[in-house]
């Protein structure tokens, strides 16, 4: 969860220098925590905290940042009040960052990089409440940054490999490691919850019997059933239930079987095989590019057409309103593509002729 808050109405009193009165700094609290399972307390802590610096050193808050439940060690996970932050830090919005610690700020080298260009450039103050004054501005500060920033790493990359090293342990005894709740099961993992134990049973039944998911969502719906998050049912998502391991009594790591769990299961293995027989049979697949293991494509043209500006699939067919169309393969490629080869297709009507949607295009095709 990411948060931001403006400046409070009253701040701290301007700060006087050799007898002059002077603005404080616009300082911003960057406040995260990466696992947050105490509803928002754990921010709060930090924030307090952080207040209470920001008063002894006469800076003004002019906004607080929140990064709640949110890794920093993670490179594939976006931080969007850190990213936001950084922005007022460019635009000169804020003088000054206050953080609980240095760790919360940044836990990968590549990011500290591009924070001390920042503050290089813009002249930015940092302080933290357990590390004290951060000085990006001196060689010795960033060096003495980076040593914070390399055990912080450090620090990271080894709970990692204790975790993985934990949850292959469980998955190899069978035992439950937590997680969301499995609909069929309660909280934690191992007993069963009759009634919907017999509806995933009825269903499972009915699939491999021939029935669609579709219907079979629809029933679940009809009788009252909802997700463990209180959604509706969906075919996927009830494909995806069905082909879950853990109802079989099965324990798997990283999608792999391990072995026999600690839990009841709710469907026989015999059962089991069948949905994933049923699952697995091409018929039920939609067309699909053979790169994706789908069966042979039906429609003419279908990775035939590729963009000359940089080789990707240009268009796919889709049937709408009842008729047939060729056009982009959705709306990122299409903006790629403009930007690429200034190609204006977007769709045509095609019945059965791709030359159709070609015509109508600025940017070059190519036909392999």
């Not at 007022?88 to 760790?103: F, L, T």
């Not at 009759?194 to 079979?216: C, F, H, T, W, Y």
């Not at 067919?317 to 169309?325: C, L």
């Not at 690429?340 to 949607?357: E, F, K, N, R």
């Amino acid at each position: 969860m990411a948060l931001f808050r403006g400046p409070p109405e009253n701040g701290p009193p301007k700060v006087k220098l050799g007898g002059m009165e002077a603005p404080p700094l616009r300082a911003a609290l960057y406040l995260r925590i990466s696992d947050d399972r105490q509803d928002g307390a754990g921010v709060a802590r930090q924030e307090k905290e952080c207040r209470q610096l920001a008063d002894r050193l006469g800076w003004r808050i002019a906004a607080v940042y929140t990064d709640d439940d949110c890794s920093a060690y993670n490179e594939r996970k976006t931080r969007p009040q850190y990213d936001r932050m950084l922005d007022s830090i460019k635009s000169g919005a804020i003088q000054a960052v206050i953080a609980w610690n240095s760790d919360r700020l940044w836990r990968q080298p590549r990011q500290l990089e591009d924070y001390i260009d920042s503050c290089e450039e813009c002249g930015i103050q940092n302080q933290a409440v357990n590390t004290g004054r951060i000085d990006l501005s001196t060689p010795s500060g960033q060096m003495h940054a980076r040593m914070l920033c390399t055990l912080a790493h450090f620090e990271s990359h080894n709970k990692a490999a204790r975790t993985r090293s934990w949850s292959r342990d469980k998955a190899d005894k069978g035992e439950y490691a937590g997680g969301p709740r499995l609909f069929g099961y309660e909280c934690h993992g191992m007993v069963i919850r009759p009634d919907e134990a017999d509806e995933i049973r009825r269903v499972a039944k009915a699939a491999v019997n021939g029935q669609s998911m579709r219907s079979l969502a629809r029933e679940l719906n009809d009788r009252g059933f909802r997700t463990p998050r209180g959604n509706l049912w969906r075919p996927e998502g009830l494909t995806r239930l069905l082909s879950n391991p853990r109802l079989a009594g099965l324990r798997t790591y990283h999608d792999t079987v391990r072995g026999p769990a600690k839990w009841e299961p709710i469907l026989d293995l015999q059962t089991h095989e069948a949905l994933k027989t049923v699952f697995a049979d091409p018929a039920r697949q939609k067309s699909a590019p053979k790169a994706r293991g789908g069966p042979d494509p039906k429609v003419l043209g279908t990775r035939l057409y590729v963009c000359g500006g940089c080789g990707e699939p240009r268009m796919k067919h889709r049937v709408r309103n009842g008729r047939g169309i060729y056009e982009w393969a959705g709306a990122g490629r299409r903006k790629r593509h403009r930007r690429a080869t200034h190609c204006a297709i977007s769709a045509t009507s095609a019945p059965a002729d791709p030359a159709t949607a070609i015509a109508i295009s600025d940017g070059p095709v190519i036909i392999r």
